[in-house]
């Protein structure tokens, strides 16, 4: 099998485990606990900014589209443009970073260097706020216009101070078994050319 076929195995395949993470869900007020967000920025640091968003991207078309891959088990149009919409574009945003920052996967990485600890590390944190900005934004931009405005502190209490002790927790998984994966990926996707530079 070449490598564009297997790059588009690869980023199917994680489309397909963001898509999964709809069935892990615990209810946290407006917002809950998924592991979807965990596995669009794994999506990314994985295969780098482009691949990994690729996945995302794949995911946010099949849940518009009225699959039901959105956090509950739910799908449409109405979830995307809804209050928590925002997040959903974090995925997208937060693959692409945390995959820019991390780069491709390379066969001549030392997985547990200082310097590859602090890049995926790096990466994966930034890739995890990314994916609040947009959510925050329009969480607050769809309550102003529902005429139940709430202010930055009252977002932050409802959108980011409950999912930080669960999020940390999955950071430091994304970590890990970015650590520990990225070599085996990096078997399959580098080319001749890439071990060649």
């Keep these: ?6 790059s588009a195995v690869f980023i199917a395949l994680f489309a397909a485990l963001i898509c999964f993470g709809c069935f892990i869900s615990i209810p946290v007020g407006l917002i809950p606990i998924t592991f979807q967000n965990m596995f669009a920025i794994m999506s990314g640091v994985m295969l780098g900014g482009f691949s990994g968003a690729a996945s995302a991207a794949i995911f946010l078309v099949l849940g518009s589209l009225g699959l039901p891959v959105f ?4 799908g449409g149009l109405a979830v995307v443009l809804g209050p928590t919409g925002g997040f959903l574009a974090g995925y997208l945003a937060g693959a692409l970073i945390a995959g820019l920052i991390a780069g491709k996967p390379r066969l001549e990485e030392k997985n547990l260097s200082p310097k590859a600890v602090l890049k995926i590390s790096l990466a994966v944190i930034l890739g995890f706020t990314a994916n609040y900005i ?7 931009s769809v309550m102003e216009a529902s005429g139940s405005a709430k202010t930055l502190s009252e977002t932050l209490n409802l959108c980011l101070i409950p999912f930080i002790p ?25 080319s001749d050319e890439d071990t060649e530079e």
């Design 166 to 190: 669960g999020d940390s927790i999955k950071i430091v998984l994304t970590i890990v078994l970015s650590l520990l994966l990225r070599p085996v990926i990096a078997r399959y996707l580098t």
């Design 71 to 74: 956090s509950g088990v739910k």
């Design 134 to 140: 947009p959510g925050i934004w329009r969480f607050m």
């Design 1 to 6: 099998m070449n490598k564009s076929t297997l």
